[in-house]
């Protein structure tokens, strides 16, 4: 009897802000933030995003810094 099929080890995910090519997450750059921000207005988790922890927590603060400057909404308005 077979086990059950496991997945490979070494595949690596692809980190968004890498893809990208940025060097730093700028609160200006709403097209791009809009990547990590949830239908509903969320923050996207790390580990859906695929972020380190350093960029995750600028990312986090480049969100808010562009919801308190009225870029991005605080939530969806559509229900």
């Given at each position: 009897?077979?086990g ?34 949830s ?41």
């Amino acid at each position: 009897m077979a086990g059950p099929q496991r997945k490979p080890l070494n595949k690596r995910k692809i980190v968004p802000v890498k893809a990208v090519r940025i060097a730093n997450v700028d609160y200006k750059d709403t097209a791009t933030l809009r990547k990590f921000i949830s239908e509903r207005g969320k923050i996207r988790a790390r580990r859906v995003t695929g972020l380190s922890v350093q960029d995750q927590r600028k990312v986090a603060i480049a969100v808010k810094n562009a919801r308190e400057l009225a870029l991005l909404p605080y939530t969806s308005t559509a229900r």
